[in-house]
């Protein structure tokens, strides 16, 4: 598919199949061949001195610079955010400290909203601090952001929806913060997707995936994907050719395969997540819902602004805190017990035992996970089936035992 701008546009399924595949294959097969090759000869030595130059006609030379699967992902992830380039990498952490590795240096400073990917602000506290970068962590809210900014400043590092609040900041304020201090800001949009958020096109200057989640969307692979201006990608991508965290080809495939169903699987997570989480508002073992798009999320507005879709995952806090969640989750017979979401199995967790497990209840609290809280990533299962084992569940959680 050519990249020249379509009028009117494409729309996000039919770039999911064919965004970033060339019209026809050299090879005339229909879907991406998986080359397995470390390195990529040349013809002779005149070839190798007119690549050296600049000519990029060609593979890379060796497979930590590049490979043909691997470009095809990266092609049609760009193509679904809207992005010049692409750059993926073995996981959505390798993604993430590689790319803040490549672009900060001794002295500089980075805004980091809380709510983030635990290792996220792992990596950024203590790692980046070894480095002498010093980190501040902020409420999801722009004027917290903003506040936060100084003269240092080099990157804001937000998530947009959070994880397991799913806050959505006012990204435009943001931005336009941050561009008149020529600070970047960088967006984990794995929890929107690109069918759900384009974070570039409101001026965002980097976006991360766990193309585990989502993009890859079948619980069968891990990835992450960096996706901006062709500069900006370019750099992370020379560092990349030195710390190495490169995909290999065949999971390259498995996502190519996995993004071709993406706007399927996340307009289908959208609904059931949704109708699930206007259930669990209704019934009485719950205390609170969050959900983006759900008139009572603290974000409701920023979120009706910035999603087209409220996403896969719903938080809630059960009446009778850890015990109650502990035996709703062991009710539930479809969504299984494990710390991912966004594939095609329904997963539920307890951000408490899971994520937070290695905090104490007053820590736990201090950082605002409540001891109910149950986070449950919706599948592509029968939004029936989902809602009716939700509802049995519920029942067992709401009956302490010995009662
Ligand atoms: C899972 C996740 C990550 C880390 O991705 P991996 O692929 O597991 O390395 C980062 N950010 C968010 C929001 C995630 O959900």
Request: aromatic share 4%; charged share 25%.
């Given at each position: 598919m050519s990249d020249e701008?379509?009028?009117?546009?494409?729309?996000?399924?039919?770039?999911?199949?064919?965004?970033g595949e060339p019209s026809i294959r050299d090879d005339r097969s229909l879907t991406t061949p998986?080359?397995?090759?470390?390195?990529?000869?040349?013809?002779?030595?005149?070839?190798?001195?007119?690549?050296?130059?600049?000519?990029?006609?060609?593979?890379?030379?060796?497979?930590?610079?590049?490979?043909?699967?691997?470009?095809?992902?990266?092609?049609?992830?760009?193509?679904?955010?809207?992005?010049?380039?692409?750059v993926l990498m073995s996981s959505g952490m390798a993604a993430i400290t590689t790319t803040l590795l490549a672009m900060l240096k001794q002295g500089q400073h980075v805004v980091l909203t809380r709510d983030a990917y635990r290792k996220t602000r792992v990596f950024a506290t203590q790692v980046l601090a070894r480095y002498g970068v010093a980190v501040d962590i902020v409420e999801p809210n722009a004027s917290a952001v903003i506040e936060a900014m100084r003269d240092e400043t080099k990157i804001v590092f937000t998530e947009a929806p959070t994880n397991?609040?799913?806050?959505?900041?006012?990204?435009?304020?943001?931005?336009?913060?941050?561009?008149?201090?020529?600070?970047?800001?960088?967006i984990d949009a794995t929890f929107a997707t690109p069918i759900n958020m384009q974070p570039l096109a409101h001026g965002v200057d980097l976006v991360i995936h766990s193309a585990t989640k989502y993009l890859g969307g079948h619980n069968d692979l891990l990835a992450g994907v960096v996706v901006g201006r062709a500069p900006l990608v370019g750099a992370i991508r020379e560092h990349l050719g030195m710390v190495g965290a490169i995909p290999d080809p065949n999971t390259a495939f498995l996502l190519l395969r996995g993004l071709k169903t993406l706007a399927l699987r996340v307009r289908q997570q959208n609904a059931t997540a949704h109708r699930?989480?206007?259930?669990?508002?209704?019934?009485?073992?719950?205390?609170?819902?969050?959900?983006?798009?759900?008139?009572?999320?603290?974000?409701?507005?920023?979120?009706?602004?910035?999603l087209s879709g409220g996403g896969g995952v719903v938080s809630f806090e059960l009446h009778g805190g850890l015990a109650a969640g502990t035996r709703l989750v062991d009710a539930l017979q479809i969504p299984k017990l494990a710390p991912s979401l966004g594939g095609v199995e329904s997963l539920v967790e307890q951000p408490g035992l899971m994520s937070f497990y290695e905090l104490s209840v007053d820590e736990r609290e201090a950082?605002?996970?409540?001891?109910?809280?149950?986070?449950?990533?919706?599948?592509?299962?029968?939004?029936?089936?989902?809602?009716?084992?939700?509802?049995?569940?519920?029942?067992?959680?709401?009956v302490a035992p010995g009662r």
């Amino acid at each position: 598919m050519s990249d020249e701008p379509r009028d009117p546009p494409l729309g996000p399924s039919t770039i999911a199949v064919h965004g970033g595949e060339p019209s026809i294959r050299d090879d005339r097969s229909l879907t991406t061949p998986v080359v397995h090759a470390s390195a990529y000869p040349f013809e002779d030595t005149q070839e190798l001195i007119d690549y050296m130059k600049g000519d990029r006609e060609r593979p890379a030379e060796y497979g930590r610079y590049g490979n043909p699967t691997v470009e095809r992902a990266e092609a049609k992830l760009a193509a679904l955010e809207g992005g010049q380039a692409a750059v993926l990498m073995s996981s959505g952490m390798a993604a993430i400290t590689t790319t803040l590795l490549a672009m900060l240096k001794q002295g500089q400073h980075v805004v980091l909203t809380r709510d983030a990917y635990r290792k996220t602000r792992v990596f950024a506290t203590q790692v980046l601090a070894r480095y002498g970068v010093a980190v501040d962590i902020v409420e999801p809210n722009a004027s917290a952001v903003i506040e936060a900014m100084r003269d240092e400043t080099k990157i804001v590092f937000t998530e947009a929806p959070t994880n397991p609040y799913l806050r959505v900041l006012d990204l435009a304020a943001v931005v336009e913060a941050a561009r008149a201090r020529r600070i970047k800001t960088i967006i984990d949009a794995t929890f929107a997707t690109p069918i759900n958020m384009q974070p570039l096109a409101h001026g965002v200057d980097l976006v991360i995936h766990s193309a585990t989640k989502y993009l890859g969307g079948h619980n069968d692979l891990l990835a992450g994907v960096v996706v901006g201006r062709a500069p900006l990608v370019g750099a992370i991508r020379e560092h990349l050719g030195m710390v190495g965290a490169i995909p290999d080809p065949n999971t390259a495939f498995l996502l190519l395969r996995g993004l071709k169903t993406l706007a399927l699987r996340v307009r289908q997570q959208n609904a059931t997540a949704h109708r699930l989480a206007d259930v669990l508002a209704d019934d009485p073992a719950v205390a609170r819902v969050w959900y983006p798009l759900r008139s009572d999320h603290p974000d409701h507005e920023n979120a009706s602004r910035y999603l087209s879709g409220g996403g896969g995952v719903v938080s809630f806090e059960l009446h009778g805190g850890l015990a109650a969640g502990t035996r709703l989750v062991d009710a539930l017979q479809i969504p299984k017990l494990a710390p991912s979401l966004g594939g095609v199995e329904s997963l539920v967790e307890q951000p408490g035992l899971m994520s937070f497990y290695e905090l104490s209840v007053d820590e736990r609290e201090a950082i605002g996970i409540r001891d109910g809280l149950v986070r449950l990533s919706v599948g592509v299962e029968e939004a029936d089936d989902l809602e009716a084992d939700l509802r049995q569940a519920l029942r067992v959680a709401a009956v302490a035992p010995g009662r």
